[in-house]
């Protein structure tokens, strides 16, 4: 069965940490894009970081920079997202998605792809 599942999130304190994992079966990472998305209700989705196949170039949102980062390990079939100095905006459903073919900007995944189900990150004291 092809898919991704999400797995780390849950509840922190205002500058903490989390380290969220996205494992692929049925299907080699090797080969796609992996992007990590967020949702809070009444919103929509929207991009937090993305990988390319090989790894050797990644995105991040602007409100994110500097806080997360985007790693992806072919071996293990798995992206992993380190988040630092967590703050309560930062408080989603984080998803990851995952793709052959890329968006315009040549890092994230296109749409239609594969996505998880998510992890719930919730950051409050």
């Known amino acids: 069965q092809v898919q991704l599942v999400e797995s780390g999130g849950g509840l922190v304190q205002p500058g903490g940490s989390l380290r969220l994992s996205c494992a692929a079966s049925g299907f080699s990472s090797n080969y796609f894009s992996i992007g990590w998305f967020r949702q809070v209700p009444g919103k929509e989705r929207e991009v937090v970081a993305c990988i390319t196949s090989t790894g050797a170039n990644t995105l991040y949102a602007d409100s994110v920079k500097g806080r997360f980062t985007i790693s992806k390990d072919n071996a293990k079939n798995t992206v992993y997202l380190e988040m630092t100095n967590l703050q309560p905006e930062d408080t989603a459903v984080y998803y990851c998605?995952?793709?052959?073919?890329?968006?315009?900007?040549?890092?994230?995944?296109?749409?239609?792809?594969?996505w998880g189900k998510g992890s719930r990150v919730t950051v409050s004291s």
């Open positions: 998605t995952g793709a052959t073919q890329y968006k315009d900007d040549s890092v994230c995944p296109a749409s239609g792809g594969i």
